[in-house]
């Protein structure tokens, strides 16, 4: 990265849970492995009243929490922290971001500015209408969403409208944090660098493909914001469908922004609309009950800290769809995600056809289909399931996984999803983020779902912790004779 990346970094909620927990660290990595360019400044932004001083006490306390104790070095803590300055900016007083401008003013407008939103998505059209007011948003500036971007499509083109004024589309940076995981990128690699699975890719071959989402972890101290929203709003919006999104897409013509943003977006709008009746036929949803995690006991979703005692927002979802073009005509997609369940994974199974003939005889009589599983967290890989030679003096055939673990194999540091995104706003590489055409197209094919289960008016169904769903999540597939992939005796 040469030194016309120069930049200044403008946190907004700079203080706050995802700047403690995710951003400052990533930031940290980045400039420990010297991918930040020299004289680049980070600036936390917020309500509250620090000083400096305060500010990079609490940027040193944060990496001491969340950067693993392998990756802490104290002379790349100090030279980090010295990048690190602070302004008091209440997003609702448009006199202190003259405060602020004259803080990057230092350091002249020649520089790229770059503003990360990490506060409420019910702040970000005031944020940026106020850096237009104190003439922020020049040229060179980049403005990045955190999700969720709305609950429903008039919200979200509201706050794409709003900020579109302030903004051009090329520099407006909406974050899916799944997109920059590492196995999200060699699913690109896999599918179009390769000659062996792209022939396969369809539905001629595969039965049907599954992508799970699913957290051990409960609603936590967030249960204000997450019964606003739920599994579907909060999950599926965004990352499920833009994991569905890479997993379907046709080959782009190349590897620029907007010729894999357009392939994605013939995928959202190719997805049978799921409203009404079928909305309700193809969809489960659920809500945790009190259950055990590792052996340990938790709450219920009700009894969370702050919830409401007759909430009816769902914890779990599963939708079964379908994408109408010819490639995948005839394939059901399974989404699944869920807080609460009996284990943290994220992953994308193809399950392959099986083959027309078996030539084996009794020996082998029910021929396992090949699976391919691409595993997002934790444990970074991709395995192919094949069927091989069992040894013995019969013709005994049984899986056998073909492994690639991405730590054992390049044994160096993946880069955390958060670091990627930051390296690509830097160099204003808009492929990683939402176009404002897929996020509305998202939110329209969600929103019919939501009001299928308004007019439903059903509590979502209980489901143990620990385990994984309602047991109609299962039958759900089992109905038409597919199974989740847990259920299939093979290990990762």
Not at 95 to 112: M, N, P, S, Y
Not at 214 to 239: C, F, I, K, P, T
Not at 260 to 283: C, F, I, M, W, Y
Request: aromatic content about 8%; proline content about 5%; hydrophobic content about 40%.
């Amino acid at each position: 990265m040469t030194s016309s990346n120069t930049f200044d970094m403008v946190i907004f909620g700079g203080a706050g849970d995802l700047a403690t927990r995710k951003l400052l660290p990533a930031l940290y990595h980045l400039n420990k492995d010297g991918h930040l360019p020299g004289g680049s400044r980070i600036i936390g932004a917020g309500r509250s009243a620090m000083s400096q001083a305060e500010f990079t006490e609490h940027v040193a306390k944060a990496c001491h929490d969340y950067v693993p104790e392998a990756d802490m070095d104290d002379h790349a803590l100090e030279a980090f922290c010295k990048r690190i300055d602070y302004v008091t900016v209440d997003s609702g007083d448009p006199k202190q971001f003259d405060d602020l401008a004259a803080t990057l003013g230092k350091a002249g407008d020649e520089r790229t500015r770059i503003y990360f939103l990490a506060t409420k998505p019910a702040l970000f059209s005031q944020i940026c209408e106020n850096l237009a007011a104190a003439k922020l948003n020049t040229p060179n500036a980049r403005v990045v969403l955190e999700k969720p971007l709305g609950k429903d499509l008039a919200s979200a083109q509201e706050i794409n409208t709003r900020v579109a004024q302030v903004f051009a589309e090329n520099q407006i940076f909406r974050i899916d944090h799944y997109l920059g995981k590492e196995t999200v990128q060699n699913l690109m690699a896999l599918r179009f660098a390769n000659t062996l699975f792209e022939p396969l890719w369809r539905n001629t071959h595969i039965r049907d493909v599954q992508i799970t989402l699913a957290e051990s972890v409960g609603v936590g101290g967030r249960a204000g914001y997450y019964d606003g929203n739920g599994a579907l709003r909060d999950m599926v919006q965004n990352h499920l469908l833009q994991l569905l999104c890479i997993t379907a897409m046709e080959p782009p013509i190349n590897d620029h922004a907007d010729a894999v943003r357009d392939e994605k977006l013939k995928v959202l709008r190719a997805l049978r609309p799921l409203q009404g009746q079928s909305a309700l036929r193809n969809t489960v949803r659920g809500q945790y009950k009190a259950g055990a995690i590792l052996g340990e006991p938790v709450t219920g979703y009700l009894d969370e800290a702050g919830m409401p005692a007759d909430s009816r927002t769902e914890s779990f979802v599963v939708l079964k769809t379908r994408i109408n073009n010819w490639r995948w005509s005839g394939v059901p997609f399974f989404l699944r995600t869920g807080k609460r369940l009996a284990e943290r994974r994220a992953e994308i199974v193809v399950n392959f056809k099986r083959v027309p003939h078996n030539i084996f005889g009794s020996d082998s009589r029910d021929l396992s289909p090949n699976r391919l599983v691409i595993r997002l967290q934790p444990d970074e890989g991709v395995r192919m399931s094949v069927l091989a030679k069992q040894p013995g003096n019969t013709m005994r055939l049984r899986p056998v996984n073909l492994n690639l673990d991405f730590a054992q194999t390049f044994k160096v540091r993946a880069l955390d999803a958060y670091e990627r995104l930051f390296m690509e706003i830097i160099r204003g590489n808009l492929t990683l983020f939402m176009r404002n055409d897929e996020l509305e197209a998202a939110w329209r094919w969600i929103d019919p779902i939501v009001a299928a289960w308004d007019a439903e008016g059903d509590r979502p169904k209980p489901y143990n912790a620990g385990s994984w769903g309602p047991s109609s999540a299962i039958s759900l597939l089992a109905k038409d004779g597919y199974a989740w992939n847990e259920e299939v005796d093979e290990s990762f």
